[in-house]
């Protein structure tokens, strides 16, 4: 009677994608790719794209994601993300394309291919991961490094006079026409993941719609090559990197006519 009992009044209320594959990741401990691919597969499985999605990883941290994920994916070379995924999409306009990029890659290498792309209103979604470094190459200094951050190649700290002030590309795309989405939300807490998650469909919906391009900015953890504790890095996106990189809706395009 026990396990009848146990049975009737036990709900599984939380399970994996169908667009995950059931495997382990390489990510360091409290870094947010996880969380980030979650939202990601559970978006895809929202709309029911599983089976017309071709993703486009480059190298740095995201290069593996077609190991973690049950639909296509075309690896592209570092920072030519943006370029290989229009291609894909002109070649096979009724597929869902998008891009998961680090900062290393789409902030620094490969800068003219995510500005001309979201310039042209290539109809693609973007993902983009800000953790202010050089994840996957030893934590050299990035485009979004923050002022007076020690890494790698800045052991005194970023110096404004020598490396310049940290991109901000969520504000720096929206002023693009040809942009229809632009967002930056964060992981560091559930509420932050339920704002993310609704930004990410947001930025779908858009391509779904033949609206433009869309990216929504990810302010994520990298407690290896920051030095940190897992609960100090959540602190740290919390507090000085929130205050740099403000979360929120930069612009959001209203209808499809936009010629």
Not at 28 to 49: K, M, S, V, Y
Not at 62 to 73: C, E, I, N, S
Not at 101 to 129: C, K, P
Not at 180 to 190: G, I, K
């Amino acid at each position: 009677m026990k396990n009848k009992a146990k049975e009737k009044f036990t709900k599984q209320v939380f399970s994996r994608p169908r667009s995950l594959l059931d495997v382990s990741t390489h990510y360091c401990p409290g870094c947010h790719h996880g969380i980030a691919h979650r939202i990601l597969a559970e978006t895809i499985d929202h709309f029911d794209l599983r089976e017309k999605t071709i993703g486009v990883a480059p190298v740095g941290c995201a290069v593996l994601m077609y190991d973690y994920f049950d639909v296509d994916f075309v690896e592209a070379p570092h920072g030519r993300a943006p370029a290989v995924a229009t291609g894909v999409k002109r070649a096979q306009p009724d597929r869902f394309v998008f891009t998961y990029q680090g900062d290393g890659d789409l902030a620094a290498i490969g800068t003219s291919e995510i500005i001309h792309a979201a310039n042209r209103g290539e109809n693609l979604t973007v993902l983009f991961i800000n953790n202010t470094t050089y994840g996957m190459t030893g934590g050299q200094m990035a485009p979004t490094t923050m002022l007076g951050q020690k890494t790698s190649t800045s052991p005194y700290g970023r110096d404004f006079r020598n490396d310049g002030y940290p991109i901000r590309i969520a504000e720096m795309l929206a002023t693009l026409e040809g942009t229809a989405f632009s967002a930056r939300v964060a992981t560091s807490t559930p509420a932050q993941i339920r704002k993310a998650k609704e930004a990410v469909k947001k930025a779908f919906d858009m391509q779904i719609r033949g609206m433009g391009f869309s990216i929504v900015e990810i302010l994520s953890t990298c407690p290896t090559n920051w030095g940190m504790k897992p609960l100090d890095a959540q602190k740290r996106v919390l507090g000085e990197m929130s205050g740099y990189y403000p979360l929120g809706v930069y612009k959001e395009r209203k209808q499809a006519d936009f010629a």
